[in-house]
């Protein structure tokens, strides 16, 4: 694989300086390149190329791990350390935000709230723990993000937004159309991990005075957030890496055709008995109803 990547990078730099850098042999390389790939070296090609997709759809954040599981998702079989290897010769690397130096200026979060949810992700009434996270979305304008707002008791997408930039107000729109369109009659739990969108007293300040729960992940532990990582996923298998967005408001208006006229009103879900969320909720007022 260190022959593979000096062959794809060698109009950026010269074959002598990366053979010296990888500690490889210049004429070892030239004998490689008369050589017919391996079974195994196309194989590494090929998942490469995935691997690469995979990452640049997460607006080149993901590290190793998820990248792992975004592969899982499309059927391929591959363990961390072969993501791992990889990513590293393809010079993939987890994005983790600048360096700053200790003391006033540290990335310690604003507010921290504990993790109340603790991964109880089967919830017996609606409207009572929302989970919210936010992705990027490629378009020739530029990225895309998108924030949303999952019920984990049907796991119907309640509310969300898109912007061209990732701050606290496009957190705070997603969760505004939530309560909009649920309007809550008891507290609900709302559940997010520790970015700064999050952990803004902005954020903290709407939470308290619409009757609303925080509840957050440890950091660096995307299990904790499963629910919202997992619809992540869906779309962007099931949508996003089939299109090729010109404008920001053509993958605007692809993300609302998904969610509010596929995914919660058609697809089947495995938590909700192979309902879609909408059925499912259906089915259980329904059943409230009749006294089962």
């Not at 099931?238 to 010109?246: A, D, K």
Request: charged residues 25%; positive net charge; contains cysteine.
């Amino acid at each position: 694989m260190r022959y593979a990547f000096i062959e794809a990078h060698r109009a950026e730099f010269s074959v002598r300086s990366m053979c010296r850098v990888l500690m490889v042999h210049f004429s070892g390389f030239y004998a490689w390149l008369k050589e017919p790939l391996s079974a195994r070296a196309l194989e590494d090609a090929r998942q490469t190329e995935l691997i690469q997709q995979a990452w640049a759809d997460s607006g080149k954040v993901y590290g190793y791990r998820k990248l792992t599981d975004d592969l899982r998702d499309q059927g391929e079989l591959c363990s961390e350390n072969r993501v791992a290897r990889l990513a590293s010769l393809a010079g993939i690397a987890a994005q983790i935000g600048y360096k700053r130096r200790p003391g006033k200026y540290g990335g310690t979060p604003a507010v921290v709230a504990a993790n109340t949810l603790d991964r109880q992700f089967d919830v017996s009434a609606p409207d009572s723990i929302w989970v919210t996270d936010i992705t990027y979305i490629r378009t020739h304008e530029g990225w895309s993000y998108l924030s949303v707002v999952i019920d984990l008791f049907s796991r119907r997408v309640v509310g969300w937004s898109m912007q061209s930039r990732m701050t606290t107000d496009l957190a705070l729109q997603a969760l505004l159309s939530a309560m909009w369109r649920r309007k809550p009659k008891t507290k609900v739990m709302i559940h997010s991990d520790q970015g700064s969108q999050f952990t803004s007293t902005e954020w903290q300040s709407f939470l308290g005075k619409h009757n609303l729960d925080a509840s957050m992940s440890r950091r660096g532990n995307c299990h904790d957030n499963a629910v919202a990582e997992s619809f992540f996923q869906l779309l962007k298998r099931e949508r996003i890496r089939r299109r090729t967005y010109l404008t920001r408001d053509a993958a605007r208006q692809d993300v609302f055709d998904y969610i509010e006229m596929f995914y919660n009103p058609t697809r089947k879900h495995t938590n909700n008995g192979m309902l879609s969320p909408v059925d499912y909720e259906m089915k259980q007022k329904k059943m409230n109803e009749a006294g089962v």
